[in-house]
Every structure is written in structure tokens, then in C-alpha cells.
């Protein structure tokens, strides 16, 4: 039981370069959720999914679109990199009535040069 | 839509000493309350939660947390922490029936040894 897995673990983009971060739980958790950790920030909701096929916008959705085509995956796709997406990325999961009880992965650190 | 504010950025101790991290939330309507902890190079874990009932809660390492609703606080005390207990610890608020979790910007706790 591997938990909540996100790939790349870290990454490099140039501005204006696109890239997609996969999360994958093997939990059967119908939520889902992509967060951004920033100093001083917390950590905030870009966007979240309440089962396959659906999905909706966090606090800060600007930059980024998702897909959740399967029950295990949910992907974060940034089409045009900016500095300012530099930050570290949270994927986490929880099951249906428990939104509460939410289970991490172990993030992504993205930088945008 | 719910805010959560934790009162300090970083916090510095000696082990044996006691430790409380203030959590303001404002929200007019029923919540639950959390405290989630992220130790260096781990992921976020939660540390203990409240829906109702006693206000004073108890969660895993000796934590404990009191709700008082007049106050909209939750803070989070240990009386003699030790040093495994330097992390960063976030207060997270969710209003009932909703899917989302609002995160405060966290407190980093160093213990000295």
C-alpha cells in the first residue's frame, strides 16, 4: 500500500515551459486535491476533485488545469510556467464524508527560472 | 468562506518546556478543527482533530488542543516537548458538508536539545 505517490519528486522549468504532475493513490479515496505550499503562505488549494470525471477550483486555480479521468489519478498541468508557480506541490486524498482525514503525498518542488 | 490565522511564524524551545500555538479561524457557520504536522522531509500528518463534544481534545505525542468557540480559537499545546517534536505545524479549518480544508500559514517549532 504505497499511499499517495506524486511524480516528478523535483523539477526545473524555463518560463513559459509546460509540464503535468501525476499523483496517484492506491486507497480508493474519492477527493482528491492539488495544494501549493509557499513560505509564509501555507498551504492553499489550487484544485480539488470529488470523484472521477469532476473537478472544481481551489483558492488559487489561476495558471493550472486538472484532469481526473481515472479514480486514482489526478493530474496537475501548468500550460505556461511562470515564476510565480514556483512552489512546493501537495497532492492529497481522502475518502468520501472524510474530507477531513486527508493523506499527503510527499510533494513536488517546482522552480521556474 | 472560512480563514485560518496562526498567530506565530516560528517558535523557538528548549526541550522540557511547554509549547501552545495559537489558531484563530473565522467562520460563522459549524466547523471542524485540525491540527496537521509536517516534520522535516515527511508529509503532513494529521495530529488531531475536533467536531464537538469536550472541547479539549487529545491526538498522538501527547498534543492536545482546546476548542473555545467564543473565541473562534483552537489552540494546540504539549506540556514538555522534546526535541522530535520540531516541525511545522498547521491549524486547518473545514465548515460542515464542505469538501475543502483551509489551511493556516503554519508555525515552524525548533526544539533545542
Known amino acids: 500500500n504505497a499511499g499517495v505517490t506524486q511524480t516528478p519528486k523535483f523539477r526545473v522549468l524555463k518560463t513559459g515551459q509546460s509540464m503535468t504532475l501525476l499523483c496517484a493513490q492506491d486507497?480508493?479515496?474519492?477527493?482528491m486535491y492539488w495544494y501549493r505550499q509557499d513560505p509564509g503562505m501555507g498551504l492553499r488549494l489550487i484544485h480539488y476533485?470529488?470523484?472521477?470525471?469532476?473537478?472544481a477550483k481551489g483558492e488559487v486555480p489561476d495558471g493550472y488545469n486538472v484532469s481526473r479521468l481515472k479514480k486514482q489519478n489526478f493530474l496537475l498541468g501548468l500550460e505556461s510556467a511562470a515564476p510565480s508557480q514556483t512552489s512546493v506541490y501537495f497532492c492529497?486524498?481522502?475518502?468520501?464524508?472524510?474530507?477531513?482525514?486527508?493523506?499527503f503525498g510527499p510533494g513536488t518542488r517546482l522552480t521556474v527560472t | 468562506a472560512q480563514s485560518v490565522s496562526q498567530h506565530n511564524h516560528h517558535v523557538i524551545l528548549s526541550e522540557a518546556a511547554s509549547l501552545e500555538l495559537g489558531c484563530n479561524y473565522s467562520?460563522?457557520?459549524?466547523?471542524?478543527l485540525f491540527w496537521y504536522v509536517q516534520y522535516p522531509g515527511q508529509h503532513l500528518q494529521l495530529l488531531l482533530k475536533?467536531?464537538?463534544?469536550?472541547?479539549l481534545v487529545k491526538g498522538i505525542k501527547g498534543f492536545e488542543a482546546e476548542f473555545i468557540k467564543s473565541k473562534f480559537s483552537f489552540n494546540l499545546r504539549k506540556p514538555s516537548v522534546q526535541w522530535s517534536d520540531t516541525a511545522e505545524y498547521f491549524c486547518?479549518?473545514?465548515?460542515?458538508?464542505?469538501?475543502?480544508?483551509?489551511f493556516g500559514a503554519g508555525t515552524t517549532v525548533t526544539v533545542r536539545a
Open positions: 467562520y460563522g457557520g459549524t466547523v471542524n
Open positions: 476533485s470529488v470523484g472521477e470525471g469532476t473537478t
Open positions: 486547518a479549518v473545514n465548515a460542515r458538508n464542505d469538501y475543502k480544508l483551509s
Open positions: 492529497a486524498s481522502s475518502y468520501l464524508g472524510k474530507v477531513y482525514e486527508q493523506y
Open positions: 486507497m480508493n479515496h474519492e477527493y
Open positions: 475536533y467536531f464537538s463534544g469536550d472541547p
